[in-house]
């Protein structure tokens, strides 16, 4: 058994710890080290499980990469670990496989056809980059935005971060782009509140093809969940199509 795979002799002890049924699902997910998979290098020297348990205590806690815990591998390996698979792009890979299979097991198609975009601005550390963050004057608060995107299941769909001087509706435009990459062109619904009204928003929805929706209107997907699950007469691949009225 290879060394990245073997069982890891670390006791579970924090609550962002995979379970062994948890481990098997991402571990078939993750690429192969590259001296498996015939690119040559060394062995790696910790296994992966600990690995992705501390990159998930440090996403978990809000931490520092050199506060991990002792009992963790070195923080600069697992930051190391943890860049290469985010420039390769195996983070957004493995998201989208998890939330594909969370999808299908809810008996919805695996490409989500309607979202939900909202943003929250953060506090930044005096070490960020002041080219990074900005001033949030509505939130009084000095740092970035993270913009979000779910699917109606509340499922992450795609991330992008600004400094939190940015406006939603300026965001909108790149974030929305990123949706459409992420998920595809079944996207045709985009719930927002206020923030993102404006013609930035709106040139991002054409360039997508989705249909903007003020989120004051989005309790009706909750109630078409909840008619599918009662067994209602909808597609139940669909997320945004109403409930059937009923006598």
């Known amino acids: 058994m290879a060394t990245t795979h073997q069982p890891s002799p670390r006791t ?17 997910l993750l690429p192969a080290p ?13 296994c992966r499980r600990l690995i992705v348990d501390a990159i998930l205590y440090v996403v978990d806690n809000g931490i520092k990469w050199r506060a991990l815990p002792a009992d963790f591998p070195p923080w600069p390996t697992v930051y190391k670990r943890f860049t290469a698979w985010e420039k390769a792009g195996t983070t957004q890979r493995l998201l989208d496989a998890l939330r594909d299979r969370v999808r299908l097991a809810d008996g919805r198609a695996a490409a989500p056809s309607a979202a939900i ?5 953060v506090r930044a550390a005096p070490t960020v980059a002041a080219s990074t963050r900005g001033y949030d004057a509505g939130k009084k608060v000095q740092g ?18 600004t400094p939190a001087s940015t406006s939603d509706r300026i965001a909108a435009r790149s974030l929305l782009r990123r949706l459409r990459s992420a998920a595809g062109r079944r996207v045709r619904l985009v719930w927002a509140d206020g923030g993102y009204t404006g013609t930035p928003a709106r040139l991002g929805t054409h360039d997508t093809g989705a249909d903007p929706r003020d989120s004051e209107t989005a309790r009706p997907a909750a109630l078409h969940r909840a008619a599918t699950a009662m067994g209602g007469g909808t597609d139940p691949g669909m997320d945004h199509q109403p409930p059937p009225l009923r006598p």
């Open 34 to 46: 590259a001296c498996l998979a015939g690119r040559g290098g060394r062995w790696e020297k910790y």
């Open 144 to 161: 970035r935005k993270r913009h979000i995107a779910v699917d109606t299941l509340g499922l992450l769909i795609t991330v992008l971060v």
């Open 117 to 121: 975009i909202d943003s929250q601005s």
């Open 12 to 28: 579970n002890r924090y609550p962002t710890d995979l379970t062994d049924a948890q481990w098997a699902e991402l571990d078939a």
